[in-house]
Structures are given as structure tokens and as C-alpha cells.
């Protein structure tokens, strides 16, 4: 069974302050993951997407793998209230399929 | 990033009747093509695989006959629900993978379907 798990949450955090978002996967096949973001309402939106070892910079976010672990996590630096959203990880798998966790809420209280 | 357009964004029917739900990649050809559904506060579940000029691969659980799939060309697959009935009130979204080394899925803006 692949599986994509993250905290529900919700996770609040003070505007200004950095968000860690978490991940784990249970096949050691997979190489891509993905971080998206949803708010309510709305389909998912790309922030980042990782497939090496270690960390993935843009601008406020950063992308974490470890694959020995089987860990990936997303941090989301000087979080401001737009940012609150259901965070959404994805594993890539056999044919391009992406599997899913089931989200994780973030609200940044101003 | 690609965009991809989904059509309608929102469709309220009777017990019974078929619903088309389109999605078009504007800015780049997608030979592959997914369908997701999510009910309220739950992830997204895959339910088909649409590739262009051939037959969608379903996952388990999900009846081929009643969401019947079709990917005619490469910048465009439709959904159809058929003989809809409240428990398929849903929110319904594509998505399009970029032809691309990365295999990035660009998400439409979703349908929800709410069936009388």
C-alpha cells in the first residue's frame, strides 16, 4: 500500500514566524515529491517540487528529502496570513501518478 | 507555469441526468492527463489516468462505466458522469502533466458537482 502521510493539523504559527510542514512516504521507490497548496475552495497550486537529497530554496519556502528516512518537509519562512492554506504533499509513482497526503492545515494568525 | 482551464466550475443537476466536465491544457500539449475527486476536509483521490488516443486506466474502486473518460486530442480531456446521483456530489479536478523531466501535474481550477 503506498501511503502519503501528513499532520491534519491544524497548525498555527504568528505571522512573521516560520511554518514546518511534514511528510513522510512508505515506498523507497518513489523519487519526486511535491509540495501544494490549497485554500479552501480551490484546486491545488504548485509551490515546490524536490527529488534530491537535502534542501530546495525559493524565496520563503524550502523543501527538505531525506530519503533514508523516507521524510520530506516544507518551511515556509516569515509566514504571513495569506499563506494559511491546506498544505498538500504528493509522491510521485509508477505513470506519472502523484499520491497524495491528506493535508495539512496551516493558519498564520496576524 | 502551464495553465490548464476546466469546465464548468460548478454544475447543480437532477438525479439521473449526465454531466460533462471539460479540461484543456492552454499553453502546452499533455499526453497524459489525471482525474481526481475530493470530498469535504479529505485529500485528493485519484481516479483515472487519461492518455491521449488510447482507453483511461481507472484505479480500484472506481466504476469505468459511470465516469466515462475520453482524451481525444492533446490539449484536451473530458469527463462525463453518468446518471449522477448525490453521493457523486463532489469536487471534481484535472490535471495535466507537462511534457517535461520533471513530471509536473498543473492542477485545473476544479467542478463541483452537486447532484439533486
Known amino acids: 500500500q503506498k501511503e502519503v502521510e501528513q499532520n491534519s493539523g491544524p497548525l498555527s504559527v504568528p505571522e512573521g514566524a516560520i511554518a514546518s510542514l511534514n511528510c513522510t512516504y512508505s515506498?523507497?521507490?518513489?523519487?519526486?515529491f511535491f509540495w501544494y497548496r490549497q485554500y479552501s475552495g480551490k484546486s491545488p497550486e504548485l509551490i515546490m517540487f524536490i527529488y534530491s537529497n537535502g534542501d530546495k530554496e525559493d524565496g520563503r519556502f524550502t523543501a527538505q528529502l531525506n530519503k533514508a528516512s523516507q521524510y520530506v518537509s516544507l518551511l515556509i519562512r516569515d509566514s504571513q496570513p495569506s499563506d494559511s492554506a491546506t498544505y498538500l504533499c504528493?509522491?510521485?509513482w509508477g505513470g506519472g501518478k502523484l499520491i497524495f497526503g491528506q493535508g495539512t492545515e496551516l493558519s498564520v494568525k496576524p | 507555469g502551464a495553465v490548464v482551464s476546466q469546465h464548468p466550475s460548478r454544475v447543480i443537476c437532477k438525479s439521473g441526468t449526465s454531466v460533462k466536465i471539460e479540461c484543456r491544457s492552454l499553453d502546452f500539449q499533455a499526453t497524459t492527463m489525471f482525474w481526481y475527486r475530493q470530498f469535504p476536509k479529505q485529500s485528493l483521490m485519484l481516479m483515472a489516468t487519461?492518455?491521449?488516443?488510447?482507453?483511461?486506466?481507472?484505479e480500484q474502486g472506481v466504476e469505468k462505466d459511470k465516469f466515462l473518460i475520453n482524451h481525444a486530442s492533446l490539449t484536451l480531456s473530458t469527463l462525463t458522469v453518468t446518471s449522477a446521483h448525490p453521493e457523486d456530489s463532489s469536487f471534481y479536478i484535472c490535471?495535466?502533466?507537462?511534457?517535461?523531466?520533471?513530471?509536473?501535474?498543473?492542477f485545473g481550477a476544479g467542478t463541483r458537482l452537486s447532484v439533486l
Open positions: 515506498d523507497r521507490g518513489s523519487q519526486s
Open positions: 487519461s492518455n491521449e488516443g488510447s482507453k483511461a486506466t481507472y
Open positions: 504528493a509522491a510521485l
Open positions: 490535471s495535466a502533466r507537462a511534457q517535461t523531466g520533471e513530471n509536473i501535474q498543473y
